[in-house]
């Protein structure tokens, strides 16, 4: 079974420029998660999709920060504009299970850097 | 809002050696997890915790859900080299999402 994909692995950027981020879940998976990891720290995360519908955005930074899952499969995260302090690994995660977030598969990661 | 620590935050151990890490926190859980996480990859989980006073093994490693919810511990027995990472810790409640500690590096001398 294909694990967790994210695209691209690493994005180095200026500040005030925009960045996407791409990711597609294990394959009947209905909740999708995009969680940020600064250096040092664990992931936190910034918004849950119950298909293509966001469960959970309230740690979103809104005013830069967008995400959406239109068919409800892969998801795309956007950036726009980026400030430094975005530096940071952008971890994208599905579950097979409505409800369940013990059971959360993450993939590899955006490495973004921002200049 | 909700904040883990985990403690040590960083650990040199001998091959061989048995190996201790725990999570604390100022709020009650329902659900602790334990992540491993290798570099340039995401975690993946390696323990789950559902009730209080649990202790749940996964080959050479253990865990406990703290009898007061508000602790988790982790142990890895016979450390090997590719034990080697950052172990984190997540804990939830009723109704809301994972949140995770700051984790704990672990490096394996041979």
């Known amino acids: 079974e294909a694990g967790v994909a994210q695209s691209p692995r690493y994005k180095i950027i200026e500040k005030r420029q925009s960045v996407a981020f791409w990711c597609n879940p294990i394959s009947g998976h209905a909740t999708l998660y995009w969680y940020q990891q600064i250096l040092g720290q664990g992931p936190k995360l910034l918004i849950q999709?119950?298909?293509?519908?966001?469960?959970?955005d309230s740690q979103l930074p809104k005013d830069r920060f967008s995400a959406e899952r239109l068919k409800g499969v892969d998801s795309t995260l956007k950036i726009q504009p980026a400030k430094l302090e975005d530096s940071a690994v952008y971890l994208c995660?599905?579950?097979?299970?409505?409800?369940?977030?013990?059971?959360?598969?993450f993939g590899p990661g955006t490495r973004l850097t921002v200049l | 809002g909700q904040q883990l620590n985990q403690s040590p935050q960083s650990m040199f151990i001998q091959e061989g050696e048995d190996v201790s890490m725990n999570c604390t926190s100022s709020s009650i859980f329902n659900t602790w997890l334990w992540y491993k996480q290798d570099p340039g990859e995401g975690p993946v989980l390696l323990i789950a915790l559902y009730k209080a006073g649990e202790l749940t093994s996964n080959g050479r490693l253990t865990a406990q859900f703290g009898i007061t919810r508000k602790d988790s511990f982790l142990n890895i027995s016979a450390s090997i080299p590719s034990d080697v990472g950052i172990y984190f810790c997540a804990g939830q409640s009723y109704g809301q999402n994972f949140v995770f500690g700051p984790g704990t590096r672990l490096s394996v001398l041979p």
């Open positions: 995660a599905s579950s097979p299970i409505k409800g369940r977030t013990d059971t959360q598969y």
């Open positions: 999709f119950q298909n293509n519908g966001v469960v959970d």
